[in-house]
């Protein structure tokens, strides 16, 4: 499966877009729209540049996806899964519950919702922009 212009626009939404590099509040050197591999201090690109890699790095956590769930998906459950995957990694997604739930399951919507809700804390603290954005995933992924 691909991601739709739906999971596009989630992602970016969330991650937003930056021309400069920064430091993201998981500690990461950070650019565009949340791509982090290879960023240096100083780097700059611009808005095609960024989308660029945006699409780059949502065809990698859609091969995760594709690779590790095993349970038919929709569209939007796909769509959700990909944010979901963009943002915290292929390894913590590997290792949640929430892909067990999902391989077990993929519409108890009731075990899955606290599933990605589970992901909320960013060093230790909840965060409310990641509390927003499981919210936003785990309803695109019900609906």
Do not use: W
Not at 47 to 56: G, I, S
Not at 75 to 86: E, G, I, K, P, T
Not at 113 to 142: I, Q
């Amino acid at each position: 499966m691909k991601t739709s212009k739906e999971g596009i626009d989630l992602i970016a939404t969330f991650e937003g877009l930056r021309e400069k590099a920064y430091v993201c509040p998981g500690g990461k050197l950070t650019i565009g729209y949340g791509h982090t591999r290879g960023v240096k201090r100083g780097d700059v690109v611009t808005e095609e540049q960024a989308r660029q890699l945006l699409q780059e790095d949502v065809a990698e956590a859609e091969h995760f996806v594709n690779a590790l769930v095993h349970a038919p998906l929709r569209q939007n459950q796909f769509d959700a899964l990909v944010s979901f995957v963009f943002n915290v990694g292929c390894g913590n997604f590997r290792r949640s519950s929430l892909l067990k739930e999902v391989n077990c399951d993929a519409d108890n919507f009731g075990d899955i919702r606290p599933r990605f809700m589970a992901f909320v804390k960013s060093k230790g603290k909840v965060s409310p922009g990641l509390t927003r954005r499981r919210k936003a995933e785990a309803d695109l992924y019900c609906r």
